[in-house]
């Protein structure tokens, strides 16, 4: 099976190095495209969505995550607080003299995005005529694991989040929530990934949940509506919920066959309750909305490690990080392969140029073998401003002009197409 670390490794995608630390991987320029071009689908499908980005800080003052109940359920993931090592000034002063209470100030590095959304819905006042109210960003946040279970991208200590959180109406939150799995299979569909199963991830014995019994039970009447409504096969478990609420769990299977959530759909009455949000009715009255909390791929770091192992390396072409590879017969077609690259280039597309000097054009083409495209140019295409077209399949196409070619790999390539040319080929 692939492993994403060694395959990331020889592909030079990511790597970590000690002197960084256990679950601090850094991206390589080709990992980065692959990642930049990811994060790039997420936004625009979320701006077509209807959400609005937003940015916000990986730390937050310890009493932020004290009112999001993540102080008292989940310290076990989050790292230790820092104390700012500053004298306390006249009204932290004031506080130590009532109440003895945080001479320092105490921040913490974020287990979670939520927190800082809310805070940020709560910063203005709403109507009711501005819900849904979609808050998306991908952003970092942090857990601290144990060492021993690091590894590559799919453990890390350091998470960049596609996340969002939708600020919505009791009415509105089967539509929404059900619109989010709409996202997320498509978005599956264009990385050209399939679930392993999807999952109502229920609260179990123990301590780690928020107690609320009647906000539990209709949330997972929700959630459930929303699967049923959805037709997609689902298990329920028990155990897997957050701690304030249920939740759709996407899994995945990697290659050691270890499954894992990538996306997921939660319903939250929890958090609205404890930074007291609210939304103006149309009776004038203040009203408590529902956040759902969703994402589409889950961490960046986890998703691409699934897509490296799950296409061996041959990202769909939009992803990829070289989309064509040009390869010039000999050094006479040199001139025209890089005319051909210009224009890859100004057609949006990642183009290089693998030249005689890097061996025989078989070498070449093996050496490419993860390039969804190879343009190869003889004597007969240069003079005709030809390219013949090589898959990454092993297919081969009639020469064609360079143009067509080129627009056509465009247009697939635009279109998040996971097929790499769209008529049957002889
Ligand atoms: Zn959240």
Known sequence: MNDHRKLGRELGLFDTDPLIGAGLPYWLPDGAVVRHTLEEYIRTAEREAGYQHVYSPVLGKRELYEISGHWSHYSDDMFPPMELGREPDGEQAREQ??????????????PSLCP???VIYRSR????????????????????????????????????????????TLEQVADEAGAALEMIRRAYEALGLTPERYRLSLPGPGGKYVAAPELWERSTALLTEVLDRSGLPYEAADGEAAFYGPKIDVQVVDGAGRESTLSTVQIDFHQPGRFDLHYIGADGAKHRPVMVHRSIIGSVERAVAH???????????????????????SAAELPNAVALAGRCS???????????????LGARIREARLVPYQAVIGAKESA?????????????????????????????????????????TG
Do not use: K
């Open 97 to 110: 003299q009532d109440g003895g209470q945080q001479a320092r100030e105490q921040v913490v590095l974020r």
């Open 116 to 118: 800082h959304h809310a």
């Open 125 to 168: 006042t709403h109507s009711y005529r501005e819900l849904p109210l979609r808050m998306a960003e991908l952003g970092d946040m942090y857990r601290s694991e144990l060492s021993g279970v690091l590894g590559g991208l799919t453990r890390v200590r350091a998470i960049h989040l596609n996340d969002a959180h939708i600020f919505c």
């Open 307 to 329: 897509l490296i192992e799950e296409h061996g390396g041959a990202f769909p072409a939009w992803l990829a990080p070289t989309q064509v590879v040009i390869l010039p017969v």
């Open 346 to 360: 100004r057609r949006g597309l990642r183009a290089e140029i693998a030249g005689p000097d890097r061996g025989s």
């Open 384 to 424: 005709d401003d030809l390219v013949a077209v090589r898959l990454r399949d092993g297919r081969r196409l009639d020469p064609l002009p360079a143009e067509d070619a080129l627009g056509r790999i465009g247009s697939l390539v635009d279109a998040h197409r996971t097929d790499l040319w769209d008529e049957p």
